[in-house]
């Protein structure tokens, strides 16, 4: 049986609900058994807490949920990337500010098989309880890169790559020729409310659009940007 958890770690896991401690730690939580069974595959354990070595009362002071699920784990953060791949296709988050998108995005990512994501530095913390949570694990099979985005998305563009964005005056995406090469390029999606930010929007070299259906007919003035990526991942991956 596991030696019961002390106050100390119990306070110790609570506290990396903040930022700055999972930075200054270089750690983050996971919460809900599938969840940490599907990161322990992917990174370093520091701490697991379940029924066997705390308390109810102990793992409901450590959740950052309403309804705790009973398993907590605390890993190590992976050492962040220098080096960013060319050969596949790319997702890049300019300003993604939601925790709930964030998370969400990353899941649709592991299913469309995306397994990079450059984020600005100002894109939401994937490490977040929050952004755990919402990936179901997928953080185990995506990695997260925060990077100088206009820096890297220019490189990427000078090696060849083509850039992607979502915009209103983009092209209907469902041309033909809209899209020109499935398998490879960097697909960019933007802010929540303000979109792609003007120092990326002028690198975009393929401007896409999503239309509503039917065109002539009133619609809601945006989609939520985990449901857009969710769609033009979907066409991206159709043969």
Known sequence: ????????????????????????????????????????????????ATPENATPVEIEQMSSLRTPQGTIAVFRKPIAHTQYPLSNLILALDGVQDPGNLGTIIR??????????LCSRD???????????????????????????????????????PLYGTLLDGKNMYDTNAIADRQKGV????????????????????PL???SYPADMPTSESLNVSIATAIVLAEFRRK
Request: with cysteine; charged share 20%; aromatic share 6%.
């Open 123 to 161: 894109t939401a913390d994937c490490y977040n309880p929050k952004v755990v949570q919402a990936t179901m694990g997928a953080l185990a099979r995506v990695r997260v890169h925060y990077v100088d985005l206009p820096i890297v998305l220019a490189e990427l563009r000078g090696q060849g790559l």
């Open 209 to 211: 659009f999503i239309p």
């Open 108 to 117: 649709t990512c592991d299913w469309f098989g995306i397994h990079d994501i």
């Open 1 to 48: 049986m596991s030696e019961h958890l002390s106050k100390a770690q119990v306070k110790w896991v609570r506290s990396l609900q903040q930022k700055k401690n999972r930075d200054a730690e270089g750690v983050f939580v996971a919460e809900g058994e599938k969840c940490v069974n599907d990161l322990l595959e992917a990174f370093p354990l520091v701490l697991l």
């Open 187 to 206: 697909i960019i999606m933007g802010n929540e409310g303000k979109g792609i930010s003007p120092e990326v929007r002028q690198l975009i070299s393929h």
